[in-house]
């Protein structure tokens, strides 16, 4: 039974920076895609950053700069530092994970239903 469990999550001032982390079990991070995800109120789920083989990362043209997902294969864990907060960044933060052959490479890592795993996600609020 696979669950991934998000944490780190809260209120913040504009420039303000949050570290979000995400704690999965019955999954190796090492062997899975993975990824953050965001929805906003009123808006689409979309990926913001990916995690790939081979310490390969994504990130969205919105948070790039400003976000670092870090996969941390011996504590099997995956975070997200974000810095340099806009209230545009307001929403419910996920951790996703999807299998290899889904695909994790640059055509594939920003599609949200290609992801088979989610966390309850972790409500991050700028203001």
């Known amino acids: 039974h696979v669950q991934l469990v998000e944490s780190g999550g809260g209120s913040v001032q504009a420039g303000g920076s949050l570290a979000l982390s995400c704690v999965p079990s019955?999954?190796?991070?090492?062997?899975?895609?993975m990824a953050w995800l965001r929805q906003a109120p009123g808006k689409e789920r979309e990926v913001v950053a990916a995690?790939?083989?081979?310490?390969?990362?994504y990130y969205s043209e919105a948070v790039k700069g400003r976000f670092t997902i870090f996969r941390d294969n011996a504590k099997n864990t995956v975070s997200l530092y974000t810095r340099e907060l806009r209230p545009e960044d307001t929403g419910n933060y996920f951790c996703?994970?999807?299998?290899?052959?889904?695909?994790?490479?640059?055509?594939?890592?920003?599609?949200?239903?290609?992801?088979?795993?989610w966390g309850q996600g972790t409500q991050v609020t700028v203001s």
């Open positions: 996703a994970a999807k299998p290899a052959e889904r695909g994790c490479g640059v055509d594939t890592w920003y599609r949200p239903d290609d992801y088979v795993y």
């Open positions: 019955g999954l190796s991070v090492e062997d899975w895609c």
């Open positions: 995690s790939s083989f081979g310490d390969v990362t």
